[in-house]
């Protein structure tokens, strides 16, 4: 790289105006980039708000279609979802993410009547929102969720929501062998067009506590989940992941918590060139409302700056709880 000196270059020169700093911007963010998590509840008519999301609510299968009509008005490409499974159909082996007529099922065929063609549908594939101990897959005696038989219980959970119409399967569970055992079964069942993006790097992070309020599992889950999920301190095993994954017919790859591993985000799309997605995780939605609210900071500011960020990192789009007022503020 050429770098003349100064004065003959002077780098503002070009951020003068700001008809030239619209010249020369590296990035650009659009509606198209975000995927739109929300959470379903039980009920008609219901609107939940979750205290430790301000702005985010739970919202009933006719709310959700609202707000999936929204996504596409706003010319936001996907939506994910998250069930908030009411206790007493909670067990130990997670059975209810098997029933065609979960709350995520009917989400997903509401949504799909609805929107067709316009809007994509992600589905988590984990056992968590399901399950009375909280942890996303079957546990032993002694509380470890063992693998084999979790995959076994996850590929029907993919399939129960491929059913249903789901556009984009999304194992966020961290059991080793998962996406192939998942696309193997996409594939015999005829769904063949049915992507996966996995959750490939996804940390055991302390910025899910908001997003365990609002699917409940919260105040079940005893402990942790560190024996799946990864050690915040890795970033060459993040890389083996996504390897694995990629291999096993992974469609895209995740990478999650977001902003604290822009790092994993940049060194996977640098050695794979896949599509590459970051989650903007709900605690640090959280963070950016309670920065805002502190008065420590502008709050369309800071949701447009680090939606940004991932986009620079080389994110190909991002799952973001702001996506709708992102979107807004983008004139959509
Ligand atoms: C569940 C799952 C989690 C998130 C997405 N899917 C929580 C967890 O692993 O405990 C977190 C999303 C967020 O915090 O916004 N497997």
Known sequence: MMIGNYPATRLRRTRA?????????ETALSPADL???LFVTAGSGVEEPIASLPGVARWSVDGIVAR??????????????????????????????????????????????????????LTDVALDPYTSHGQDGL????????????VAVLVDQAMNQAAAGADIIAPSDMMDGRIGAI??????GGHVNVQIMSYAAKYASAFYGPFREAVGSGG?????????????????EALREVALDLAEGADSVMVKPG???LDIVQRVKARFAVPVFAYQVSGEYAMIEAAAAAGAGERDALVLETL?????????????????????LMGA
């Open 139 to 150: 546990v032993d005696a002694a509380g470890y969720v063992i693998n084999d038989e979790t």
């Open 68 to 121: 999936a009509r929204e996504a596409v008005a706003l010319g936001i490409p996907v939506v994910a979802l998250f069930p908030n499974t009411p206790r007493e159909l909670r067990s130990a082996d997670g059975a209810e993410a098997l029933n065609p007529d979960n709350l995520m099922c009917r989400a997903i065929r509401a949504i799909k009547d609805a929107c067709g063609e316009a809007l994509g549908v």
């Open 35 to 37: 995927i739109w998590p």
């Open 259 to 261: 902003l604290a591993y």
């Open 308 to 328: 940004l960020a991932f986009k620079r990192a080389g994110a190909s789009g991002v799952l973001t709880y702001h996506a709708a007022h992102a979107a807004r």
């Open 17 to 25: 105006a700001s008809w030239s700093r619209a010249l020369h911007r």
């Open 183 to 188: 696309r193997r079964a996409l594939e015999m």
């Open 220 to 236: 079940l889950l005893k402990g942790d989940k560190k024996t799946y999920q990864m050690d915040p301190a890795n970033a060459e």
